[in-house]
């Protein structure tokens, strides 16, 4: 099983998270096809951890960013790019909130 973070994940790991679920939502791919497709790349994310990606409770090592950029036809610097900003919440709507127009969650943050 992979590793879980230790603090909130940085900007370039919630931008990847962000991006692989838009991508995924895009193509109305479910976890278990984008699973399917990594494992013919090469490298298996088990849905459940695609999950745990998608709420920031996972991360992305390099080896994973190289994989999911190749099933999504990018390269790992496009994983790595802010997606476009919500005219709404300017790609950052306030701690524990998720924004209705983007879809974006801001994760919570622990002891600030």
Do not use: K
């Amino acid at each position: 099983m992979s590793e879980r973070p230790r603090g909130p994940l940085g900007a370039a790991g919630n931008n990847v998270r962000r991006n692989i679920r838009r991508l995924r939502e895009q193509r109305h791919w479910s976890y278990r096809d984008v699973e399917e497709r990594l494992a013919r790349a090469g490298r298996a994310i088990p849905a459940v951890e695609q999950g745990w990606i998608d709420a920031g409770e996972r991360r992305v090592d390099v080896d994973d960013l190289v994989a999911l950029a190749a099933v999504f036809e990018l390269s790992p610097e496009q994983l790595l790019e802010a997606p476009a900003e919500c005219q709404t919440c300017h790609g950052a709507p306030p701690p524990g909130f998720l924004c209705i127009e983007c879809e974006t969650t801001a994760l919570p943050t622990h002891g600030a």
